[in-house]
């Protein structure tokens, strides 16, 4: 009587080659009938395709402020209440329409923590296009897209905006720079804004 593991064998390897094989069929039948195929797919360097959110979409941030910094809310909105605005609200740059005027900045510009917040959502979020130290021109993008301006985070310009006004656009984007409001919540924009005033205190302005 034959072994049966011996039988067993060869069918085992027969299977393991099928399964190997089967996804180049399966493949060129998906390209004879559609065209293409998943493994020919485009793509896309970071920040190249951005795209705002879908419409109708509520993002994360968008009406559940938390009512302190280090919370969540889970349900109904409450908390902070903070005005609604578009990107027509930023008005004349640096002041904004009076309801981006009005923003007060919830954190303590000086704290040890919010800048340690600013600066790992800023190195997450901002450092791909702003640079490491806020000078557009060393920017990570800047090699890949050199006719794309980085805007200057450090300078004289920017230094002069106000607190709000870098919240703002944070907020609802301005020019080629998309919002962030829908992936920076509320508290977390302020500590991003406190960290970009240090970068501008060590540029010297």
Not at 132 to 159: D, E, K, M, Q, R
């Amino acid at each position: 009587m034959r072994n049966p593991s011996s039988i067993m064998r060869p069918v085992v390897c027969a299977l393991a080659l099928v399964t190997l094989a089967g996804c180049k069929p399966m493949d060129d039948a998906l390209v004879f009938v559609f065209g293409r195929s998943m493994r020919d797919q485009r793509s896309f360097d970071p920040y190249e395709n951005t795209r705002p959110a879908p419409v109708g979409s509520v993002p994360f941030a968008a009406g559940n402020y938390p009512a302190a910094d280090g919370e969540v809310n889970i349900g109904q909105p409450e908390g902070v209440y903070i005005p609604p605005f578009t990107q027509v609200d930023l008005g004349v740059p640096g002041v904004g329409a009076p309801v981006i005027q009005g923003l007060v900045n919830p954190t303590d510009p000086t704290d040890p923590e919010s800048l340690a917040r600013g600066e790992q959502l800023y190195l997450r979020y901002c450092v791909v296009c702003h640079g490491p130290t806020g000078v557009g021109t060393g920017a990570y993008i800047a090699a890949l897209h050199p006719v794309l301006p980085a805007y200057n985070l450090s300078g004289p310009i920017v230094a002069a905006y106000s607190d709000a006004y870098i919240y703002a656009m944070m907020r609802v984007g301005r020019g080629l720079m998309p919002e962030y409001g829908s992936r920076l919540s509320h508290f977390d924009r302020w500590h991003v804004v406190n960290y970009v005033r240090q970068l501008q205190t060590q540029a010297g302005n």
